[in-house]
């Protein structure tokens, strides 16, 4: 990789790193009613306001980290009559009496049958609030209790945590990211999340050899980290496996590549051989790295290859590992389950020394000067892609539904681009059908990436391309297969909707093949379902073609959530 390329996409590596100060969240979003207060169905009466167990507290420790507070609730009680403007600002005066001042009050005034779009689970009052806040949704937290919340959080692109209450519904709680017991516990995970990325010591160092074996999605996570590594470094060599090869081409920050497959590492792995493992040591070592940093995932062990960097002479070795590591490393990092895995890498390259500039957001990125046009027979941009596949067969969208949601969004005036490998030409010719164009075969990550760069969504299940899509700042309607967590592996800090049964048996199994006949978990999901989704997160439809009758499809209870009628 030529060295004036390294930064593209990222901030001045020359930063002052005594300034730095890493910032995940600016600001918190709350519910009111089941959040904030106790639920009273239509209150317009200041004497009924009761705070949950612990807000203030809670709350006045959000305000000593700094962070902005918001409230952002639905009152359709507004539009039925059932109290006035002037009793509701009564009630919201006396909330500020018992638990201190918000930043910013955001209320939809509407009824379900409006249309409106601020309306939870439309993100509109997401949007409305962080603007006020003079932040981006992406930097913001909403704590709540109902599914039509949590969507809302995501559709804007902010981060979503629930804490259940009676009325919150078993499917809505197994579908959101991050839940917490009560509104104390999910303002410890707040600010736990965001004194992870903040280092002791912020250091500056020569040569760093930065490890991210696994498939090209796991690159694209680590994204972050690397360009964390990278503000602290003279230096970044990425060393990466096979099914990575593509994405790490693509990483801002990275000054050379180093291929090697990793028997401890790779799902499908050859046999060990001596002396492979003497020529990867060797090859180690002539990288002359003052240091390494290397990332895993949770289930992943750095230990093997820390062996291989002492017998190379890298003097300084970082990674996460709960099992003992001995001598193997000098920074052990331990984090707790549940992290993004994003967030994860961020913090051991904070642990590591290397923090995060306060002027690059801890977003997936790619390098987009080397990308090509996308094909022309698309049109302007706009459209929507569908990625049907997945090298994971658990992760997969099945044919026949991938094959209807095309017909659906078309039929709804999308176009709709269908991509996929070499090897899956037959099926993106099979989904594609009469009406979507498709692109099987003709799309490698790069061209993948030039084709989602002008998409107005991505459909897509947990695999590689929906962490491309995130890296680009494209929607992604997330066909997510429940047997990794969505906390952990869903689009990060990018709009998105998930869908399919987060209930399935099949859950945080980490299965490969489907454990369950039919595929229940993603076969189950209507097609209208994704058109809703896409609707949900604002993509405009092309002209429907004359004569056609305006398609009307509601937002799935299950994606938007039920519990009080506010």
């Given amino acids: ?280 040591t060797d090859r180690l070592a002539g990288v002359r790295a003052d240091e390494a940093v290397v990332f895993t995932s949770f289930h992943q062990s750095p230990l093997p290859l820390a062996l291989l960097l002492r017998m190379a002479g890298v003097p300084r070795v970082s990674a996460i590992s709960d099992d003992y590591p001995g001598a193997l490393l000098d920074v052990r990092h331990r984090v707790p389950d549940g992290l993004p895995e994003p967030e994860r890498a961020l913090s051991l390259a904070a642990a590591a020394g290397f923090p995060l500039p306060a002027a690059d957001d801890p977003a997936l990125r790619i390098r987009t000067d080397g990308l090509s046009p996308a094909p022309a027979r698309l049109g302007r941009p706009g459209y929507v892609v569908l990625h049907p596949g997945s090298a994971v067969q658990t992760r997969a969208c099945p044919p026949e539904l991938a094959a209807r949601i095309v017909r659906v969004l078309t039929a709804a005036g999308h176009r709709v681009a269908v991509t996929g490998g070499p090897d899956e030409t037959e099926l993106t010719a099979r989904v594609a059908g009469d009406t979507g164009v498709d692109l099987g075969g003709r799309t490698g990550l790069a061209d993948l990436a030039a084709v989602l760069a002008d998409a107005g969504a991505l459909v897509v299940g947990n695999t590689g391309p929906a962490h491309l899509a995130a890296a680009l700042g494209v929607p992604v309607v997330s066909l997510f297969a429940p047997t990794v967590p969505f906390g952990q592996w869903g689009p990060y800090r990018v709009p998105a909707v998930r869908l399919g049964d987060a209930a399935a048996p099949c859950r945080d199994t980490r299965a490969t093949r489907c454990p369950v006949p039919g595929h229940p978990c993603l076969s189950n999901i209507e097609p209208d379902h994704v058109l809703a989704a896409v609707r949900l997160l604002g993509v405009p439809a092309d002209a429907p073609p004359p004569g056609a009758a305006p398609a009307t499809v509601g937002i799935d209870p299950v994606i938007a959530g039920g519990g009080s009628a506010r």
């Fill in 1 to 280: 990789m030529e060295p004036d390329q390294r930064r593209s996409g990222q901030v001045d590596p020359a930063v002052d790193r005594a300034v730095i100060r890493p910032v995940l969240f600016d600001a918190v979003l709350l519910d009111r009613d089941g959040t904030l207060v106790e639920d009273v169905p239509y209150n317009g009466d200041p004497e009924k306001v009761r705070p949950m167990p612990g807000a203030r507290a809670a709350l006045d420790r959000l305000r000593a980290a700094g962070l902005r507070l918001g409230v952002v609730t639905n009152q359709s009680g507004l539009a039925k009559g059932m109290f006035t403007a002037a009793q509701m600002r009564a009630v919201h005066a006396r909330i500020e009496a018992l638990l201190g001042p918000f930043d910013t009050w955001q209320v939809c005034p509407h009824d379900d049958g409006d249309d409106c779009a601020c309306r939870k689970p439309a993100p509109g009052l997401v949007h409305r609030a962080a603007a006020a806040l003079g932040t981006t949704p992406a930097r913001c937290v909403l704590v709540g209790d109902i599914g039509r919340d949590i969507t809302a959080a995501l559709a804007a692109g902010a981060t979503g945590l629930l804490v259940p209450t009676p009325v919150t519904r078993p499917e809505e709680v197994a579908a959101a990211p991050h839940v917490a017991r009560d509104l104390p516990a999910a303002i410890e995970e707040i600010l736990r999340r965001q004194a992870a990325l903040r280092p002791s010591a912020p250091r500056r160092a020569g040569t760093v050899l930065v490890v991210r074996s696994d498939s090209a999605g796991d690159v694209l996570v680590t994204g972050p980290a690397v360009r964390a590594v990278a503000a602290g470094a003279d230096r970044v060599v990425l060393l990466h496996g096979p099914r990575g090869r593509h994405a790490a081409a693509l990483l801002p920050g990275v000054d050379e590549l180093v291929e090697w497959p990793l028997p401890w590492i790779d799902g499908d792995p050859a046999p060990v051989d001596p002396d492979d493992i003497r020529r990867l």
